[in-house]
């Protein structure tokens, strides 16, 4: 019998020859990489994302984040405020998405006291023109990213924009208002007027060109959105502006069914953001995929990309990908929380779910380095669970890369008509 070794080496080249298409990013534009300053070209830069979050449970204060993010703080300060906690949580997967950085991009054999001056340097030489293509293409072999990030055209040879309509679904207070009211340039002094600037900014963004549209409510609310009437969500909105933010829950879920109403006449998902929640203390509950069944079915017709492998609760999201045609689990972000847990997923859902409806790497990142590195684990988990399919006889060598190519770019490519 031939080793699972030689297995895995076969399905890992596969894959790392194999160009894939991000299903979610959040990138700056490289015009505005471009223009950063040269305190922030650093080592931090490639820290800042998820790994503050980890030092941060280890017990580094809120207050040195803010030190070693600033472009005024000198380098080596920077450095022995990180240093204090980087090694009681340098064994996480977002850490280990920053090592391969450091050792992929920048040549260099760890982030460390030894190297974090030369990698400061290198970081600060990358910030030229062409570097995006250097890693998200020559690189990482990216053929698109999912953009979440409203930048009104951002560059179509690396990605592919989206609308976050977040500040309508998730307004629950005057000040919220506002911010809607400059996103729409319109007044709003009425819930129908919400309703006519969210829409208003729907149908603009539609124009330049979107693939999907993006709620990542699940931050601030849970994401069991009941069916209120229009009347309801007008009384709900009154109050909301009289003073009583606990009010907002039938606007916001009226909103919520509006949006999925709009972007399934148009022939877009709806990309929702379910699971683990991005920094320190919140309600994971809020987040079960679970709480989304009304809503799903409620919206037969609609198309639902379910993100994060709705992390812990995996498994959850997988049936609701089984049990409904349109609802498709993304591992988006779930190599780098937690590799192991990726795995799992991945190959739970290999066992219960069409392999059509699988969407197997987002980086979620906003710079192109972890991209690149998320991309090489997507990679890795990728093909050990497929080649361990294969060694127990689940399905053949050939019926796993057709599978690896399904999962990693085919289905996305189809799905967000790419």
Same mark, same amino acid.
């Given at each position: =019998?031939?080793?699972?070794?030689? *297995? !895995?080496?076969? =399905?890992? /080249?596969? *894959?790392? /020859?194999?160009?894939?298409? #991000?299903?979610?990013?959040?990138?700056?534009l490289e015009e505005d990489w471009l223009k950063t300053?040269?305190?922030?070209? #650093? !080592?931090?830069? @490639?820290?800042?994302?998820?790994?503050?979050?980890?030092?941060?449970?280890? %017990?580094?204060?809120?207050? !040195?984040?803010?030190?070693?993010?600033?472009?005024?703080?000198?380098?080596?300060?920077?450095?022995?405020?990180? +240093?204090?906690?980087?090694?009681?949580?340098?064994n996480t997967g977002?850490?280990?998405?920053? *090592?391969?950085?450091?050792? /992929? @991009? $920048?040549?260099?054999?760890?982030?460390?006291?030894?190297?974090?001056?030369? *990698?400061?340097?290198?970081?600060?030489?990358?910030?030229?023109? %062409?570097?995006?293509?250097?890693v998200l293409k020559d690189k990482a072999k990216i053929r698109k990213c999912i953009l979440d990030r409203n930048a009104p055209a951002p560059d179509p040879e690396f990605f592919v924009p989206t609308v976050r309509l977040d500040p309508f679904v998730g307004a629950c207070s005057s000040e919220g208002i506002e911010e809607c009211e400059k996103w729409s340039e319109a007044a709003i002094n009425s819930f129908s007027d919400l309703d006519a600037a969210m829409e208003k900014i729907f149908r603009r963004r539609l124009g330049e060109g979107i693939k999907a549209v993006k709620i990542g409510v699940a931050y601030t609310r849970t994401l069991k959105f009941e069916k209120p009437s229009r009347a309801d969500a007008e009384r709900s909105f009154d109050c909301m502006m009289s003073g009583d933010e606990s009010a907002a829950k039938p606007m916001q879920d009226y909103l919520m069914h509006r949006v999925v109403d709009m972007a399934t006449e148009a022939g877009l998902p709806v990309q929702i953001h379910t699971g683990i929640q991005d920094g320190n203390g919140n309600y994971l509950d809020n987040a079960n995929p679970l709480h989304l069944t009304d809503l799903i079915m409620s919206h037969p017709k609609a198309r639902f990309d379910l993100f994060h492998a709705g992390y812990p609760f995996t498994g959850e999201l997988g049936m609701l990908a089984k049990m409904f045609p349109g609802v498709y689990a993304d591992l988006c972000w779930m190599h780098a929380i937690s590799p192991s847990a990726a795995r799992n997923a991945l190959s739970e859902w290999l066992d219960i779910v069409p392999a059509s409806k699988i969407f197997g790497f987002g980086g979620d990142y906003s710079y192109?380095?972890?991209?690149?590195?998320?991309?090489?684990?997507?990679?890795?988990?990728?093909?050990?669970?497929?080649?361990?399919?294969?060694?127990?006889?689940?399905?053949? +060598?050939? #019926?796993?890369?057709?599978?690896?190519?399904?999962? =990693?770019? /085919?289905?996305?490519?189809? $799905? !967000?008509? @790419?």
């Open positions: =019998m031939e080793s699972d070794g030689n *297995l !895995f080496e076969r =399905m890992r /080249d596969f *894959l790392f /020859d194999l160009w894939v298409l #991000d299903t979610h990013e959040h990138t700056e300053p040269d305190g922030l070209c #650093d !080592f931090s830069r @490639i820290v800042s994302a998820y790994v503050p979050t980890d030092l941060r449970s280890a %017990g580094s204060p809120y207050e !040195f984040w803010e030190r070693i993010y600033s472009a005024d703080t000198p380098l080596d300060e920077k450095w022995e405020l990180f +240093e204090l906690h980087w090694n009681k949580a340098r977002v850490s280990r998405a920053a *090592l391969i950085i450091v050792r /992929d @991009i $920048f040549g260099l054999p760890d982030l460390n006291r030894e190297t974090y001056r030369e *990698l400061s340097r290198k970081v600060l030489e990358s910030r030229r023109p %062409g570097w995006y293509r250097t192109v380095e972890g991209a690149y590195a998320h991309a090489v684990m997507a990679r890795e988990n990728t093909a050990r669970v497929l080649a361990s399919k294969v060694s127990e006889g689940a399905f053949s +060598e050939s #019926d796993a890369r057709i599978i690896a190519s399904m999962i =990693m770019n /085919d289905n996305a490519v189809e $799905f !967000f008509g @790419i």
